[in-house]
Each structure stands twice: as structure tokens, then as C-alpha cells.
């Protein structure tokens, strides 16, 4: 048994896994229609490919990546593009964005796939397969795998890569059933990601409540080299900078990633994946996903993306008297959803349908009496009770200093508050205000520069008219303009040294006449010349070097 | 369907401020027992007449501030404040002392600050130490302990009548009832130059320290490790407090045991126990960090041995506590742990 680092805090919570995880994976129907959205994972939204009336098959590219921080969106199946249009997605925000629709035609017609052998691959050509095949981190953070894939320019030599199947949310059993049953696949996929990343060792975390799962993993990684590490069931285990510090020790600076103390982190899912993209050249068009809570049969069903909650709700016997609110990922950190009528996606890894039995009810909030018991669970070694206060208050400077931004969300603090006050919510709301704040600073910013620059530009358009005109007027007229002023200067200063009581002698008085001629008379001509090195400051350069 | 919007975490333990409230009570009732066993009626008397007061004061601060009666009533923080006050008065203590000292730590401690979680000093010690500071011979006019069932005992209505009409029974004299406490005792002798070993002869003090009140710091212990098992209290405020009177009190007592009673006395005296587990460990007013709890729990034990050595009064817990409710803020703000993956050092 290899040494543990526990990390601050954490919660032991209800787990309430067995209502879900005593049956395998089902095979959840083809549904009519697909709703795809195009942004499923962190990042630019992909460019939609089709549009309405195309024809597509399974597996067919749908949505490009755009951009280095994106990933694509392929069809779950077959069928005809019946609209390209904003549609309800799952997301915090409820607001809706671009989705394919597909209208299915049930035949699941694949598009010419084929097994990809990547030891022959440049590193860069299996990144873009892996790009290309759409995959993210399947946890919930569906972040595009393949940035996190290359190493260079974040790190010389990667020390550890870890296999997160943690799990720590209660009632999500999809990894836990995907290890038992798919074990082979998720090493099979580890050891791409093992290829691309060489790292020191392999270390794969399981919560000990997964017996089964670890067994699995342990058999399938005989001969590997990876090691299967139980951990305790505490939450949040499973999350990446907690999981790190747990089986290796190091912890991921603040604001920074796992990857800057040498490890990577990837869901085990994710790992299959990749076995599935490279071993069988399939992209990401399906996942597991944990339906439970208080429907008729909770389960876990391998369900095409774009599926809507509904139809999987349906296939679990519908929901039970009672259901009050509908979660998407689990009870600590999914969020709720306003509606079933909304598309499965890549970071969907549980549908909760929760009734009064498996909520606490809501209880009025009381003042903070300083407790401390948020302290004592907080993962992040945070002061929870001084970002409430800062933030309630909001003097978000404050807030920061007591390391805002280091807040995982985790909801450990609000599960223990004795006064029930909703701190993360506080927590998300001075995030978002100081997120607002900084646009509106970068806005002002970029409004001041403009500002500027237009000034400077008006100034020069100014200089250059003058300086048109001066050439078009006879040099003359500028040379007796000159002499006239510089004579007028001249007087001006002869009277000021002979009102003098003592007149300095006349050398240094010719000297201070002669500076102030060469001064005056420097200063005209100069201007052109002035105004060609704004122009072109090149020709002196140049002539240098020549 | 259409849901409900809820933000996470969509779950949560079941814990309240009423329950930790009501726990602090319950931890409370051995520590009342056995000083009612010693004491009589009054400790009793007291506790129903303090509570009474409490909750009205609490009913009409309330009504006064706008805020909803029932969820604050239910949260016990009044009936707290009464019991802690309750306990730490005198057992034959007027009426009016006791709901004067009520309302000083209700309504001008608490609800004058803000009400629940916003009060810098602990309501209770305010309460007695405005009572301590204006009335200082009704609050030092402590019990013998010649407890229920024995022959010098008060009866239940004669207590009342003190209490009530400052009616003394015709029985007994006022001296022949009442007396210094050990800790006064202890401190007006070494006054006069006798020997710690040789008060320590002296009736008053049992086997460890003050006759009868060693059982009810016995009683308070128990109860206050209940607390802290149950992590209603953090261990780290009453370790903190007891340790550093603790050392303090060996370092004295090391130097010079004539002059200086040994800690173990110290600790079992007074109201040390009975602060280190139950007042001090007032969460609104003390400090919020790990370190911070024990830099304040000792603070409070170093100055209650200076107070009870040095100072004016034969004990200092009360004022020991609002001197370091004073420093709490400063104590969070230069112990502030190292977030997760912040630099050491």
C-alpha cells in the first residue's frame, strides 16, 4: 500500500451509489431526434458543417474545432440535419445556444471509420486525431483533452499521470460501472495518453467504496506498470488539485495547473475515449451516464449525445410522485435544470431526479455565527466565513485577498453551515462581479486607448496639412518671415540687456543674441524634418546600414 | 417538466444553530447539578428567573428590530446567554441583579450590536461584568457550600424570599451562610502573609480546590468535553485557555510554591474550567482560525492568572474574555492558514 497525502477538510456524505449501480450499462433507445449542441466542451464553439436538409451519418463531423481551445461535435447517428438553430442546452446559465438537429432515420449509418495505429504517429498527428474525434474531459469539466495532451511549453517532463475514478459525488455510479465492465478499454486508452505524455508512473484513483471498480482496474493494468490506488471515501477526492495532492503529495499552485507540479489528470471515461477513438476510430457521439434519484429504475445508460433527458427519463420508468428538482451531475456540484427538454452532453455524467427525500429542505438562513465548521471542511484551506462576510458585503478586493478565486465550489462549506447560508452562491456572485468588473476595466482600457490613438492620429493628419501647406508656399515668404521675427527678438533682447543695471559683457551678449538666432532659426526648419522621421524613420536607418 | 432552480450543494447535513445551542445547554446541566447540590435553590432560582428575562428581552429587541420571533426564539442564543450568566451569579443574588444583568448582556451586548453574530464581546460576560463593576458586595456574597439535604440548607421558599424580598430567615445568621469563595479566600491570605500550603488547610478547600466547587468544575469538564467530542465547541479555544494558565500558573509555582498555588489549583478554581469550555468557546466572539483558537484560548488563560495573582479581582474570566474578544479580529487576520497550493513560508 503506497503512501496517501490527505488534503484539509472534505466531507464524508450520504453516497446513495447502489441505487444505480447494481445493474450494467444499458443500451438506452435511439431516440426520433438529436439536438447536438455545438459547444459541449470549454472553448470556442465548433463551426457548424452542415446545415439544414444535409444528410449525415454516424459519426460524420457536424461541428469543426475553432481554434487551439475547442474540440468537434459529430453525429450521434444517421439521419437528415433538420435544423442548425439556438435550442434549451443543459448549462448553468439556462441559456440556449446553437444546436444541430437531427432528424434520425434509424438505420445508424456509420461513416468509413478505422482503427488508427498510433505508436506510428507523430505525437502532433495523434493530437489532431484525438482533436478530431471530439474528445473532452468526460468528469464534467469537458475541457478539450488534447491541449492537455501536449505537454510542450507547460512542462519538461511530466512525473505522473493520474487516471481520475474517484467518483466523490453521491449518487454518480457511470465511472464506477465503466471501470467494472470496460476496464480493458480505459487502459487501453491510458496507454495512448501514456504515449504521448511518457510520464514517470501511472497512478489510477478510486474511492474505496468501489471495490469491484478497483479489482477490475487492477486486473486490466496486470503487466502495465499502473498502479491502482484506493483512496477513502471522502469528498471531494475526486477533484483534480485534491485528487493530486492525495496520491502524490504535490500541491497545484494557486492559480496554477496540475501539469505546472508535473502531473496530468484525466476522468476515466475520458481515458475510454480515446481507446474508443483509436482502437475502433470512433469519435465521441455517446456516453455513460447515471439516471437515478427518484425515477423508477435508476441506471446507468450508454446514450447517444443529444439525447434529451426526458426520453432517458422515460427509459428508467419515468419519474416517481414527488421529483422537485432536476440535477445534472451530482448533489454537491451539478446544477439544476429548468426543464427534461434538453439535449444529453459530453459533460453529462449524471441526471438526478430529486424528490423532497433526497433534498434538504430549504431552512431559513440565519446570521453567520463564526462557527467555524466551514473551515474545518473547506478543501482549499479557505476562510470560508471571512469570503461570505467580503462578499455579502461586497468589498470584493477583500474578498481576494482572502484567495476568492482558489474557491473549487466544492459546497462542502454550505453543507455544514449551521446557519444554512447559501456561501457558495455568495462565492459564484463576487466571482461573477469581479469577473464584470475586470471586463468593464479592460473595456474602459481599450476605449482610453482608442481615445488616445485617435488623438495622435488627429495631431499628425494636423502636422502633415501644415506641412503641405509650408512646402506649397514660396520659400521665401517663410525666409523674410523669419528674418522678421528673428529681428524683432533681437530688439526685444537689446532693450532687455540694456535696461540691465549690470549689462553682461558684450561677448557673452553677442553669445546670448547669436544662441537665441540659432535657436529661433533651428527651431522652423526643423519641422519638416520632424514630421518625415514621424512618417518614414526608415530612409536614415537604412542609409546606416547601407 | 418544469423544475425548480436551486443552486448547489442541493444537499446538506443536518445541523442548525438551535441544535448547537441546545447542545451547549445539555452540556451545561452535570456543572448545574452538582452546583445545585451544593449551593441549594438559588443556582435553580436563578437559572428560570435569568431565562425568563432573556427571552422576553430577546421577544422585545426582536419586535423592536423587525426580525421574524419564532426563527430567532428557537435558536436558543438568549436562553444561552441566560444560563451562562445564570451559572456565574451568586446563588442568593437579588432578582433585579440577575435580570439587570440580563438585559446589560441582551439587549446592550447583543441585540445593540447587531443581535446574533454580529456582537464583538460575549453577551454574558458583559452582563457580569457590568453587575461585577456596579455591585460588587451582592456579587461577591457567595454560598458556603452546605448544599440541599443538609442542616445549614436553605429551603426552596426561603431562597425565594431572599431572592425575591430580600427576606433573610430568622434561623440563621448572614454570616454563618455566606463567605468567601476559595479563590477570594486564597487571595485575601496571601494578602496578609500566611502560606498557600497553610490556606490550603483551611476548610474551604476540598481535595484539590475550593470545597463543593471542585465537583461542579468536575461536572462542567464533563460536559464541555461532550461539547467539544461533538464538535460543538473546537477543542483548540479550551486547550489553548487551559494550557496557557497552565504554564503560567507551573512557572509561578515553580519559582515560589509558598507564594503561588499550584496550577492544578488554578485550573480546577473559579470559573477556569467552566470558561475554557463554555464561555470562551462562544464562537461569534472568538477567534475563527485553527491557530488563532489557540493563540486566543491561551491569551485568555495568561490574563486570567494575572488577574487572579495581580489583580483586583479573585477571578478574571470574564474580563479575560472581553480583553481578547477585543484582540479576536487581530488574532484572525495575522493567522490566516496557507491556502491550498500557496507557497509555504
Wanted: net charge neutral; glycine share 8%; with cysteine.
Amino acid at each position: 500500500m503506497s503512501r496517501l497525502y490527505p488534503f484539509h477538510g472534505g466531507l464524508k456524505t450520504v453516497r446513495h451509489k447502489t441505487e444505480s449501480n447494481q445493474w450494467p450499462i444499458q443500451q438506452a433507445a435511439l431516440p426520433r431526434w438529436l439536438t447536438v449542441p455545438l459547444r459541449q466542451h470549454i472553448g470556442a464553439i465548433a463551426k457548424p458543417l452542415v446545415q439544414a436538409g444535409d444528410r449525415v451519418l454516424k459519426g460524420q463531423m457536424i461541428g469543426q474545432a475553432d481554434g487551439y481551445i475547442s474540440a468537434a461535435v459529430h453525429a450521434p447517428t444517421s439521419g437528415v440535419v433538420a435544423a442548425v438553430e439556438t435550442r434549451p442546452v443543459p448549462h448553468p446559465s439556462g441559456l440556449p445556444d446553437l444546436c444541430v438537429v437531427i432528424d434520425s432515420d434509424g438505420e445508424e449509418c456509420w461513416i468509413e471509420h478505422e482503427p488508427v495505429d498510433y505508436r506510428a504517429l507523430h505525437p502532433s498527428e495523434l493530437r489532431n486525431v484525438l482533436r478530431n474525434a471530439g474528445i473532452v474531459g468526460l468528469g464534467g469539466a469537458a475541457f478539450p483533452s488534447a491541449v492537455k495532451l501536449n505537454l510542450s511549453g507547460q512542462c519538461e517532463h511530466l512525473d505522473t499521470l493520474i487516471l481520475n475514478g474517484a467518483e466523490c459525488e453521491p449518487w454518480i455510479t457511470c465511472d464506477d460501472r465503466l471501470m467494472r465492465e470496460r476496464a480493458t478499454g480505459i487502459v487501453a486508452g491510458l496507454q495512448v495518453m501514456t504515449c504521448l505524455l511518457e510520464p514517470r508512473e501511472v497512478l489510477i484513483g478510486i474511492e474505496d467504496d468501489k471495490p469491484e471498480a478497483i479489482a477490475a482496474m487492477a486486473e486490466a493494468c496486470a503487466g502495465t506498470g499502473y498502479q491502482v490506488r484506493p483512496i477513502p471515501t471522502r469528498y471531494p477526492s475526486g477533484s483534480v488539485k485534491q485528487l493530486v495532492k492525495l496520491l502524490t503529495g504535490k500541491e497545484t499552485p494557486v492559480e496554477g495547473l496540475p501539469v505546472d507540479v508535473g502531473v496530468q489528470c484525466f476522468n476515466a471515461a475520458t481515458a475510454y475515449t480515446v481507446h474508443r477513438a483509436i482502437d475502433h476510430g470512433e469519435p465521441v457521439i455517446s456516453r455513460v451516464v447515471t439516471v437515478t434519484g427518484h425515477v423508477s429504475q435508476p441506471g446507468n445508460f450508454e446514450a447517444l449525445l443529444g439525447t434529451s433527458f426526458a426520453d432517458l427519463v422515460e427509459q428508467c420508468g419515468g419519474y416517481r410522485e414527488g421529483v422537485e428538482r432536476l440535477i445534472m451531475g451530482g448533489p454537491m456540484m451539478g446544477f439544476a435544470l429548468h426543464s427534461d427538454e434538453v439535449p444529453l452532453t459530453k459533460a453529462a455524467n449524471c441526471i438526478l431526479a430529486a424528490s423532497a427525500a433526497e433534498l434538504t429542505p430549504a431552512q431559513p438562513v440565519m446570521p453567520c455565527i463564526r462557527c467555524g465548521a466551514c473551515v474545518d471542511v473547506c478543501p482549499a484551506d479557505l476562510l470560508p466565513q471571512q469570503l461570505y462576510w467580503h462578499a455579502r458585503a461586497k468589498e470584493f478586493d477583500k474578498a481576494q485577498d482572502y484567495h476568492l478565486f482558489s474557491c473549487i465550489e466544492c459546497g462542502c462549506c454550505s453543507a455544514v453551515c449551521p446557519s444554512h447560508i447559501p456561501l457558495v452562491q455568495y462565492y459564484r456572485y463576487a466571482k461573477n462581479e469581479i469577473w464584470a468588473q475586470e471586463k468593464e476595466k479592460q473595456k474602459a482600457e481599450l476605449a482610453r486607448q482608442r481615445h488616445q490613438a485617435r488623438l495622435e492620429r488627429l495631431e499628425r493628419e494636423k502636422q502633415e496639412r501644415e506641412a503641405k501647406l509650408r512646402q506649397k508656399a514660396p520659400a521665401k515668404t517663410i525666409k523674410a518671415a523669419e528674418a522678421s521675427e528673428a529681428g524683432i527678438k533681437l530688439d526685444i533682447e537689446a532693450a532687455v540687456a540694456h535696461a540691465k543695471p549690470h549689462p553682461p559683457s558684450s561677448i557673452s551678449s553677442r553669445a546670448e543674441e547669436g544662441e537665441s538666432i540659432t535657436d529661433y532659426s533651428a527651431r522652423t526648419p526643423a519641422l519638416p524634418v520632424a514630421e518625415g522621421g514621424n512618417q518614414e524613420p526608415e530612409p536614415l536607418s537604412s542609409k546606416q546600414d547601407a | 417538466m418544469r423544475f425548480k432552480i436551486v443552486t448547489s450543494p442541493h444537499i446538506s447535513q443536518d445541523v442548525s444553530v438551535g441544535q448547537m445551542m441546545r447542545r451547549v445547554l445539555y452540556a451545561m446541566i452535570p456543572g448545574i447539578a452538582a452546583l445545585t447540590g451544593f449551593f441549594g435553590w438559588g443556582i435553580l432560582i436563578n437559572l428560570v428567573i435569568a431565562t425568563a428575562v432573556a427571552l422576553l428581552a430577546e421577544t422585545v429587541m426582536l419586535t423592536v428590530r423587525g426580525r421574524p420571533l419564532a426563527l430567532h426564539l428557537s435558536d436558543f442564543s438568549a436562553v444561552v446567554t441566560a444560563w451562562l450568566l445564570a451559572v456565574a451569579l451568586p446563588p442568593l443574588a437579588p432578582w433585579w441583579l440577575t435580570a439587570l444583568g440580563i438585559f446589560s448582556a441582551v439587549v446592550v451586548a447583543k441585540h445593540l450590536y447587531g443581535g446574533l453574530g454580529y456582537n464583538p464581546f460575549n453577551p454574558a460576560m458583559v452582563g457580569y461584568v457590568v453587575l461585577l463593576i456596579s455591585f460588587p458586595r451582592e456579587m461577591s456574597t457567595w454560598l458556603i457550600p452546605h448544599g440541599l439535604g443538609q442542616p445549614h440548607a436553605l429551603s426552596f421558599l426561603e431562597t425565594l424570599r431572599v431572592i425575591f424580598n430580600s427576606e433573610w430567615p430568622a434561623r440563621f445568621a448572614l454570616d454563618a451562610l455566606t463567605g468567601a469563595t476559595p479563590l477570594d479566600a486564597l487571595r485575601t491570605q496571601i494578602g496578609l502573609g500566611l502560606t498557600v500550603t497553610g490556606i490550603r488547610n483551611s476548610p474551604v478547600f476540598g481535595i484539590i480546590a475550593g470545597q463543593g466547587w471542585e465537583w461542579a468544575a468536575l461536572g462542567f469538564l464533563a460536559g464541555g468535553l461532550w461539547l467539544v467530542y461533538t464538535r460543538t465547541a473546537d477543542w483548540r479555544i479550551p486547550a489553548g485557555m487551559l494550557g496557557g494558565l497552565a504554564i503560567i500558573a507551573t512557572i509561578f509555582y515553580l519559582a515560589d510554591p509558598q507564594h503561588y498555588a499550584p496550577p492544578w489549583f488554578h485550573i480546577w478554581s473559579g470559573a477556569a474550567i467552566f470558561g475554557a469550555f463554555f464561555i470562551a468557546t462562544d464562537p461569534v466572539t472568538a477567534s475563527t482560525t485553527a491557530r488563532g483558537r489557540l493563540i486566543y484560548g491561551a491569551g485568555i488563560g495568561v490574563l486570567v492568572y494575572i488577574i487572579r495573582g495581580f489583580g483586583g479581582y479573585p477571578d478574571g474570566v470574564a474580563f479575560s474574555v472581553l480583553l481578547m474578544n477585543i484582540a479576536a479580529p487581530a488574532i484572525d487576520l495575522y493567522t490566516q492558514p496557507r491556502v491550498f497550493g500557496a507557497r509555504r513560508g
